[in-house]
């Protein structure tokens, strides 16, 4: 039953009156006393005050789920916050769930967004997308919950997919180097069956074929897109003579730099770096990281415009395809990319 301020009043033995100008908190002639004597029955009694804001005069609010990898990730944190900010302009709520790239965590963020009855949901997926996984954004589908895929494709999850154009990202990176003489130039990415990293590759590797430099597997590091991935990835590049690198994001690319201090290497004097994302870590670094950007605000814009005009089409008997988005990237020039030197064209040629 709930708890009413007569209540308190009995069984305080003072007046209603009293007991609403302590709990209000209002100007009173109340001894101390008595206030923490109220105070203290009320809380023993478990009284729970009204909220003061008549929430019957406020229209349903619209919300929508995101669900995104990794806390840690300065692009998927900005990712998430324009998203937010996007969707706050068009009157929705966003509730955000960030998993670490677990998949348990995955399943309870899918399942928990669902049972919140969010108008629609945006998904960055994990980086490992098994049968199951495929199988729960299959049954999502299929709940009629308006879904769009951002950033990250999910094998045979056909839906609206935004993302960046990794591709070509991953060849202007490596153009990039090449234009500055390189042509030892190590790739260093995240999973091989993550999405991103297949396509940076695929770009890294059109690159080299126009300049006629030949590929060699041996200079692709697969890690985590983490700065140990990028400091133990530069080991053994550097092992094989690389001079400059393509960095997967720009974590990896401060493993790099990290692995650089460690061997009193000079960037950009011994070795170039380039990174992808650009974010705020790119103007932190001791030498100003040159870095893809992937267009974030285009990107969180285009993901809620269509998740919006899904939730707010009329039901139709052939609703409109599902379609692919990709944003062009492009290179933010700072100084961590250098023209190869004589010292840097010998280790070259050692490979």
């Not at 809380?43 to 995104?68: A, C, H, N, P, W």
């Not at 998927?76 to 937010?84: D, K, P």
């Not at 998993?99 to 309870?108: G, V």
Request: with cysteine; aromatic share 8%; proline share 4%.
């Amino acid at each position: 039953m709930k708890v009413k301020v007569k209540d308190i009043a009995k069984a305080a033995g003072v007046s209603p009156t009293t007991v609403s100008l302590v709990l209000n908190n209002r100007p009173s002639r109340i001894a101390e006393d008595t206030k923490e004597h109220i105070l203290r029955v009320a809380r023993e009694m478990q009284f729970q005050k009204e909220s003061e804001i008549d929430f019957s005069e406020f229209k349903k609010v619209k919300t929508l789920g995101m669900v995104v990898p990794d806390v840690m990730s300065s692009f998927y944190h900005r990712l998430a916050e324009e998203t937010s900010r996007h969707a706050f302009y068009q009157e929705y709520t966003v509730f955000q769930c960030y998993t670490n790239d677990d998949i348990q965590c995955f399943y309870m963020a899918v399942e928990g967004l669902m049972a919140k009855n969010v108008d629609g949901i945006i998904i960055i997926p994990p980086r490992t997308m098994d049968k199951e996984n495929v199988k729960l954004l299959k049954s999502l589908q299929k709940s009629g919950v308006p879904m769009v895929l951002l950033d990250r494709a999910a094998y045979a999850v056909f839906c609206d997919f935004v993302t960046a154009d990794n591709k070509h990202g991953g060849r202007i990176a490596t153009e990039y180097l090449i234009k500055h003489g390189h042509n030892g130039i190590g790739c260093l990415v995240g999973e091989a069956n993550v999405y991103t990293s297949r396509k940076r590759v695929e770009g890294y590797r059109e690159a080299l074929a126009a300049a006629k430099i030949p590929f060699d597997k041996d200079l692709v590091y697969y890690g985590n897109y983490d700065i140990e991935s990028g400091r133990a990835g530069m080991e053994i590049l550097w092992e094989k003579g690389v001079t400059a690198v393509v960095a997967g994001n720009d974590l990896m690319a401060y493993g790099v730099y990290l692995f650089a201090k460690e061997h009193h290497l000079s960037i950009p004097g011994d070795l170039s770096v380039i990174g992808y994302d650009n974010t705020e870590l790119c103007g932190l670094m001791d030498v100003p990281l040159t870095s893809v950007d992937q267009n974030t605000d285009t990107m969180a814009s285009k993901a809620v415009e269509v998740l919006l005009r899904r939730i707010e089409e009329p039901a139709a008997d052939e609703p409109e395809p599902a379609r692919n988005y990709y944003f062009t990237p492009y290179v933010v020039e700072r100084d961590s990319v250098g023209v190869m030197n004589q010292s840097s064209a010998k280790r070259s040629e050692m490979r």
